[in-house]
């Protein structure tokens, strides 16, 4: 059976009602880096993190280009420097690390615990002694991910930089709506970055945010996402600054994305329910759901793990090349950083639960266009890949 649709892992979706916000920026003349849809669009995000949520009240948000211009920004005002040491997920996509040496600072690759595939929180901590003990110097700042969506455990990670008292930046550019016992994925860290990328919960076309603790640290992320611009009547710099801001164009998008945010969230969670029951009996197969109840991941990406043993041998590579011929995107999971070529002499803490991972799993599609008779399908052909018969 092959599909007559391209099936991709999760392909952004319009609601009809980003046009209006373009228009109105148009019409008034709004097409430039600042407006009342970056000022709307960041009231808005506030209020979806911090719903029903009093704890979060403080939180602040500075709209910028990228998921990735958020991190960075974040370590900006961790104040990461040249020659200092970053504590990162390995278990990530690269632009979780990148922005770490764009301050001329090095990566310390932490592997994940098995149960939310994230960053380990012992590991964490022993790795902080071992950098301490052998530099004689604390690392300057911690980058926990929510890999696919799915929560670190924020608690153990928080009490550990706590404990360290070292800034924390948290990559929730793939956990827009997961929460974390009942706090927003993003909330948790010194600042936390979002992407609004064109495959991610909800897309700008290209952008993200910052998530800020006050208005104070905000306006200190708008200044350095502005070229760090000083309060004078002609140009005066005492900083180096970027060119992060968003437009309000994309702005506009994003407001007309917020419509839909919550319906895009619950059918994400319903496409990973159906797939965890409908191969919850297939031996050798296992779907990553919810370790227990803290976590409420907000399934961005379904992914599976394939065991061999049980399995005649069954690689993700081949299942993902049967996907392909049936003109279904599926993805393996992300190459863990230490094991990249371009990281090949930063520092490494690993366990093998990274490496593993790597080698037995797979992303499956999801997101606003697949539709439950896709996910049987996929489960299906899964099903019979698993039991030898294809
Ligand atoms: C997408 C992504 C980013 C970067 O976001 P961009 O908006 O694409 O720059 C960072 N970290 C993770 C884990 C991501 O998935």
Redesign the pocket.
Known sequence: MTATRRIHLCLCHMSGNEQRYIDEAFADNWVVPLGPNVDAFEKDLQAFMSKDDPSRSHIRIAAVS????A?HLGLVLAGVRAGDEVMCQSF??A??ANPVTYQGATPVFIDSEPQSWNMDPELLDTAIADRVAKTGRKPRAIIP?H?YGMPAKMDEIMEVARRWDIPVVE?A??ALGSRYKGHACGTFGTYG?L???GN?MITTS???ALVCPDDESRARAVFFATQAREAFPYYQHEHIGYNYRMSNICAGIGRGQMTVLDDHIAHHRKLAALYATLLSDVDGVEFHGNPDNSSDANFWLSTITIDPELTGGLTPDRMRLHFESLNVETRLLWKPMHMQPVFKDAPAYTNGVSSRLFSRGLCLPSGPWVTAEDVEMIAGEIRKLAAGKL
């Open positions: 990228s998921g990735t211009a991190i990530t996509f632009a979780s991910v890999l990559d550019a793939e970055a992407s609004f990328n991610k290209g952008g993200g």
